[in-house]
């Protein structure tokens, strides 16, 4: 996150209204972690649960740190958005039939 929240830019992309606001951000890393690598690592601060049920901005820890890095993943969200951006056009046009 490299600047604050602007809650008057709306964006179409969250599923529920619930959601408002932007932020601007820099990727530094994306790639593809599967929540297995994460599971034995627990928070006292979260009733010793795993580190998989917390929030998104929960708690970040070095040992989560090192697997991201080190973890050989092939696949990064990114290579998705093509497979998203066809499903949503899909999706609006039998929106636009109704």
Avoid: C
């Avoid at 994460?38 to 929960?58: A, C, G, Y």
């Amino acid at each position: 996150m490299i600047g604050p929240v602007d809650f008057e830019k709306s964006v179409e992309y969250w599923q529920q209204d619930k959601w408002s606001g932007q932020f601007p951000m820099k990727w530094h890393i994306i790639k593809d972690v599967p929540n297995s690598q994460f599971r034995h690592i627990t928070l006292e601060n979260n009733d010793n649960k795993p580190v998989t049920n917390s929030r998104d901005t929960q708690e970040v820890s070095i040992e989560m740190l090192k697997i991201f890095k080190n973890y050989g993943a092939e696949t990064s969200i990114l290579d998705d958005f093509v497979f998203y951006e066809e499903r949503e056009k899909v999706i609006e046009k039998r929106k636009t039939r109704r």
